[in-house]
Structure formats: structure tokens, C-alpha cells
């Protein structure tokens, strides 16, 4: 599996940005695809996941109601709606698919990272 994350960009405090993750190859079978974020000094965070072939998902506390996470399952592309951004979200975002059938959302149980696409909120 291959996966390519795209979307991000500079967007003011409470403006908006879709991110995609892209997979090429084997498809996620009965996997989750995570989405994390690297901010500046700081470790990699668990942001949100989806279970590929039901549709459930998961959010962090520090995201949840304002980010929402679906798929296309004919496109292979998993997306990160993401709506009134803080500066805080500042980050480099990575998509990822677990490494296990089960829920997790620890960054070392995830593989196949994507390169990540940059995240700026400006104030």
C-alpha cells in the first residue's frame, strides 16, 4: 500500500481545509486509516481514524466536532474535513493505515505512512 496525503495549506483562524489520503496498490481491506499530526518540537499525535469497511471512526478530544473523517470507497481515498481551525492545529499531518485488525490509535501500530502536507493557521 501507498499513500499519498494532500490538501493542506494556510488558512486563517476559523477557515477550513480538506485533506486527502490517497492509496495506491492493495486497498485497506478490514483496516483502519489514521490521520496524526506532527506540530513543531513535538510528538506525533493520534487525530482521528476510520475503520475502512465500516465506516466507524474516532476522533481525539482536541478535534472532535470539528474535524470529520470519511472515505470513498470507489476512489480509495480517505479525506480530514477539517472546520474551525486554531492555530493550534498547526502541524504537519500524516495519514497511515494500522497495522492491526483491531482499535488503536498508537502512531507505532500504524503503517505505510504517507510524506504529510502541511497545516498553517494563522491568527
Known amino acids: 500500500v501507498q499513500l499519498q496525503a494532500s490538501g493542506g495549506g494556510l488558512v486563517q483562524s476559523g477557515g477550513s481545509l480538506r485533506l486527502s489520503c490517497a492509496a495506491s496498490?492493495?486497498?485497506?481491506?478490514?483496516?483502519?486509516v489514521g490521520w496524526f499530526r506532527r506540530a513543531p518540537g513535538k510528538e506525533r499525535d493520534f487525530v482521528a481514524r476510520i475503520v475502512w469497511t465500516t465506516g466507524s471512526t474516532y476522533y481525539a478530544d482536541s478535534v472532535k466536532g470539528r474535524f470529520t473523517i470519511s472515505r470513498d470507497n470507489a476512489k480509495n481515498t480517505v479525506y480530514l474535513q477539517m472546520n474551525s481551525l486554531k492555530p493550534v492545529d498547526t502541524a504537519v499531518y500524516y495519514c497511515?493505515?494500522?497495522?492491526?485488525?483491531?482499535?488503536?490509535?498508537?502512531?507505532?501500530?500504524?503503517?505505510?505512512w504517507g510524506q504529510g502536507t502541511q497545516v498553517t493557521v494563522s491568527s
Open positions: 497511515a493505515r494500522s497495522m492491526i485488525v483491531g482499535f488503536t490509535t498508537t502512531p507505532s501500530l500504524y503503517g505505510y
Open positions: 496498490g492493495r486497498t485497506f481491506g478490514n483496516y483502519a
